[in-house]
């Protein structure tokens, strides 16, 4: 019979898991699962080399009289053992309106918060193989690709599930034979939640249509994650292979086949869109196909323009107020317009003159903005009328850089525009005394 013990230790030998000198927390909520993580680990500490283990309990104060209980069998247990432990305790929510999801985000940010105060480098949690069947089964139903697929991982970032291997009668066998109280939680007998119905009425189902059904999806898991795995490398190498550091080249998304077009989308958006789900990846290959863009989350988008895939912020419609005024931040930079005399004091700026109106012959208020519908724009050097998304289209701007381009306005319209200078009637001549001048960091250098 293969021991628990022997599946905790395959599990740190396939993952790598290095616990020589590390100092675990083990995340103990009374039941079973997590009553022989810290029994196991506490009586093995030597074995395996920890510096320290830790225990900490949340309590979650859903179940009245029956979470105070649990919370008092892990201090009794812990204060047995000598194993220090950190408590806490959910106020002021409503289980009945509380989602699964709520909760998991509280006890996670728990058990960081615990880790920090008993200077834990490794957090271990009690999932078992049964949860992490529940957790496939649930991803597939819902519709999922690979990653979903994968369940549970056994690592990631701080956080270990050594007991992944091992199944809920293991658990529970283990504490019977060493003698480890547990308690039984009894919201685990409701079916208000989903995965209260696949442990109650699916996983027996599939129990009897194969005896091996918790191993096989357990097996199915590892291979899901291993091609998961293997396709994020791939995407990644590709992306690194082909940017052109003003994005990735649309044709390396064409031709690769699914599911690699799918990972190098999800690399390029994964930076702006936390687990985007398949509609969202769907939606930006066909834009990457149509060449044009799509929103990935509020304000930033997937820009396709140009047969490079990018992202876009959106930039809003800003008024920066009437000038001239102090420094401000448009796009990421820092920009200035500045009142100046025409004199000695711009010295070698004369050969700057691009970036400057005269202020003479500004009317009205005079104020800094980015583009408007139906803006119109008169160079002073084309000396012709053009529409901003006529010039922006033969400047080939994307959109972002559309939004971004600063516009210099008086009462007669647009005066001044980044990249283009001064319109027609506004630039400096013979007579011209006074500039408005146009500064950023890169322009004059500092």
């Not at 029994?39 to 093995?44: D, G, P, R």
């Not at 990735?248 to 690699?260: A, D, F, K, Q, T």
């Not at 999800?266 to 834009?287: F, K, M, N, W, Y």
Request: proline share 3%; glycine share 8%.
């Amino acid at each position: 019979m293969i021991t628990l013990s022997s599946k905790i230790d395959e599990l740190i030998r396939k993952n790598s898991i290095i616990l020589k000198d590390r100092h675990l927390l083990c995340c103990v909520s009374g039941g079973a699962d997590s009553m022989a993580l810290l029994h196991f680990f506490h009586s093995n500490s030597d074995q395996y080399g920890l510096a320290s283990v830790c225990a900490c309990h949340l309590n979650h104060n859903a179940r009245g009289a029956e979470s105070d209980s649990d919370e008092a069998l892990v201090k009794e247990f812990c204060d047995s053992l000598g194993i220090r432990l950190i408590t806490g305790r959910l106020e002021n929510i409503d289980p009945g309106a509380a989602s699964e999801e709520l909760f998991r985000d509280l006890r996670y940010e728990f058990f960081r918060s615990a880790a920090e105060e008993t200077g834990s480098d490794l957090v271990a949690t009690g999932h078992t193989m049964n949860d992490n069947a529940e957790t496939v089964i649930f991803r597939l139903a819902r519709g999922t690709g690979l990653r979903g697929a994968s369940g549970i991982p056994a690592v990631r970032g701080e956080f270990i599930r050594p007991l992944l291997y091992c199944s809920r009668e293991d658990t529970e066998s283990y504490c019977r034979l060493n003698g480890v109280p547990f308690c039984v939680d009894s919201s685990n007998e409701s079916d208000r939640y989903a995965r209260n119905v696949i442990r109650h009425h699916v996983m027996p189902v599939l129990e009897r249509i194969s005896s091996g059904s918790l191993e096989a999806l357990a097996g199915f898991a590892g291979l899901s994650a291993e091609a998961d795995a293997y396709f994020e490398a791939e995407a990644q190498r590709l992306i690194a292979g082909t940017d052109t550091g003003a994005g990735v080249r649309c044709s390396v998304i064409l031709e690769s086949m699914s599911p690699l077009d799918s990972y190098i989308v999800r690399r390029i958006i994964s930076g702006h869109c936390s687990d985007p789900d398949r509609r969202t990846v769907e939606r930006c290959l066909q834009a990457v196909r149509d060449g044009k863009r799509t929103e990935i989350s509020p304000d930033v988008f997937l820009d396709c323009s140009g047969g490079i895939c990018r992202i876009a912020v959106k930039y809003d419609r800003k008024e920066f107020g009437p000038v001239p005024f102090a420094e401000f931040r448009a796009d990421g930079r820092d920009c200035l317009f500045e009142l100046k005399d025409l004199s000695a004091d711009l010295g070698d700026e004369r050969d700057l003159f691009y970036y400057c109106v005269d202020y003479d012959k500004l009317i009205g208020v005079v104020s800094v903005r980015n583009r408007r519908d139906g803006d119109h724009f008169r160079s002073a050097y084309r000396r012709q009328s053009k529409s901003l998304k006529k010039l922006f289209n033969e400047k080939k701007y994307t959109a972002e850089k559309r939004d971004s381009t600063i516009l210099l306005t008086d009462d007669t319209g647009i005066v001044w525009m980044e990249g283009e200078g001064p319109a027609e009637g506004k630039e400096i001549g013979p007579d011209t005394k006074k500039v408005i001048i146009f500064h950023t960091l890169d322009t004059f250098g500092g």
